[in-house]
């Protein structure tokens, strides 16, 4: 038989109780703590209120996330061992998201592919609930657990006060209140009180009850917990800085790039890392995205696993390839004209090149290079070096009636993805089109203007 805390929204209720002025441990607890192996929160996005995905600008302690995903993510970084990152991202709570100051932490997996099984740690809503019930966490939470919000009920994402009908970040933070252990509180206003009487922003901000509480389940932040203080990403490298990592076997945790299955594991692992000066760096994995790091060090306590840390991991503008240099007149026009397709990104493997302008019919090659150079090369401007790397050809093509090629990189084979001239991640490549022109005379060759990528994950 499964358990079901509720949180309701009767508000009529408690503006008739009366709570002594001072309450020492108002807060109860339902039994059971989250091992450190169930710390992620991930959300299936099937909210239908247009006002809970209302949130569309990115916050840099919450990247790659938009919409009921902040909500969510933010409404469980409150309960943190320390501030999370800076502390900012809402503003009701002034700088101070991440409250909790146990031996608590929680991983934001990002999304889930479905509402997921009771153990599965997935937020969600829900169509039918009973009469007076805004959300719900399903219990017993020793071994996961599961949230549902009301969708008879209005959900807003914020981030502002501009909420209509119930907040879901407030409602959030009070029920993974539930999933890390706690029951309903007899201190109004904790965010573990049972009603609340507005929208529910007030319950976003743990208060000084809630805090109690999570310290009783999981212990006071130990002076030796795990934690870290920054993360960086250098072109596919991230070095992470903090305390109290252990010397070797430390495990880092990543957000995966995409949806996870619900019954899947939504931590991608890397497992064996040292640590030397307070910091571990390592090589970004395949498949890690925008969202959080985490590092274990050897041990499976709350202490032994550090707080959240955001990581865009993506060197933000960087995907997009940008034109330079000029194209020379030709025989068939003022000059052949680069057209990048795609992006940059290596994991997404979609970089392509459109070349129009051209005369009809007529061989040609894209090359590339890491270098720039704008010297006069046959009818036109070479604009691509060597760069102390070398110039890479890629296939042979023939242009069509209308005077247009297409081609699309092949991340499988040499050149690009393999050798001197690999497109690996944080390189910056110069493309260029080298085509035949007979109808122009001269050198019977010329070149299009050009385009530089600088590969990012
Ligand atoms: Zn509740």
């Known amino acids: 038989m499964r358990n079901f805390a509720t949180f309701f929204f009767a508000s009529t209720l408690f503006a008739v109780i009366l709570w002594p002025a001072v309450e020492l441990s108002a807060y109860t607890t339902l039994g059971g703590t989250l091992p450190q192996s169930e710390r ?3 959300l299936y996005n099937n909210f239908a209120d247009p006002t809970a995905n209302d949130n569309d600008v990115e916050h ?3 990247p790659g996330a938009l919409g009921a995903e902040v909500a969510i993510w933010k409404a469980c970084v409150e309960w ?7 502390g900012t991202g809402d503003p009701a709570q002034n700088g101070s998201l991440g409250s909790g100051g146990a031996n608590f932490d929680t991983f ?3 999304n889930a592919s479905s509402v997921g099984g009771s153990n599965d740690n997935i937020m969600s809503a829900v169509t039918a609930c009973s009469s007076g019930v805004l959300a719900y966490c399903e219990t017993p939470i020793s071994n996961g657990w599961r949230i549902r919000f009301c969708e008879s009920h209005n959900w807003s994402d914020g981030p502002g006060y501009d909420v209509f009908g119930y907040c879901l970040q407030g409602v959030g933070c009070h029920e993974y209140g539930h999933a890390l252990g706690l029951g309903h509180s007899a201190s109004n206003p904790a965010t573990m009180y049972p009603t609340i009487s507005g929208s529910g922003i007030g319950q976003r901000s743990i208060y000084s009850d809630d805090i109690d509480g999570v310290q009783y389940l999981y ?3 130990n002076s030796n917990k ?6 960086v990403v250098s072109g596919d490298t991230i070095t992470i800085t903090g305390n109290n990592f252990s010397s070797n076997n430390n495990e880092v945790w990543f957000t995966r790039d995409s949806t996870t299955s619900s019954g899947s594991d939504p931590r991608l692992r890397v497992q064996g890392q040292s640590s030397s000066g307070g910091s571990i760096s390592l090589t970004i994995p395949n498949g890690a995205g925008p969202g959080v790091v985490m590092v274990k060090r050897s041990g499976s306590g709350g202490d032994d696993l550090s707080n959240p840390w955001p990581s865009s991991l993506i060197e933000l503008g960087l995907c997009d390839p940008d034109i330079y240099c000029t194209a020379s007149a030709n025989s068939v026009g003022g000059g052949a004209s680069l057209v990048p397709g795609g992006s940059s990104s290596l994991s997404a493997a979609d970089l392509s090149f459109d070349c129009y302008g051209l005369p009809a019919n007529q061989y040609g090659i894209f090359y590339y290079g890491a270098g720039q150079s704008s ?3 046959g009818n036109g401007v070479r604009c691509v070096a060597a760069g102390g790397v070398g110039t890479f050809r890629l296939p042979v093509l023939t242009s069509d009636a209308f005077g247009s090629v297409t081609y699309a990189l092949d991340f499988n084979a040499a050149p690009v993805a393999s050798g001197p001239g690999a497109l690996t991640v ?3 490549w110069y493309f260029q089109y080298w085509y035949r022109d007979p109808a122009a005379g001269g050198a019977f060759f010329n070149l299009s203007d050009a385009a530089s990528a600088t590969i990012c994950r």
């Not at 943190?80 to 800076?86: C, E, G, W």
């Not at 795990?226 to 993360?231: G, L, S």
């Open 219 to 221: 212990g006071l932040t």
């Open 40 to 42: 992620s929160v991930r």
């Open 60 to 62: 840099p302690n919450f």
């Open 80 to 86: 943190s061992s320390r501030l999370y990152a800076d």
């Open 108 to 110: 934001w997996g990002g």
């Open 375 to 377: 010297s006069p090369f």
């Open 426 to 428: 944080g390189s910056t």
């Open 226 to 231: 795990c934690e870290i203080t920054a993360a």
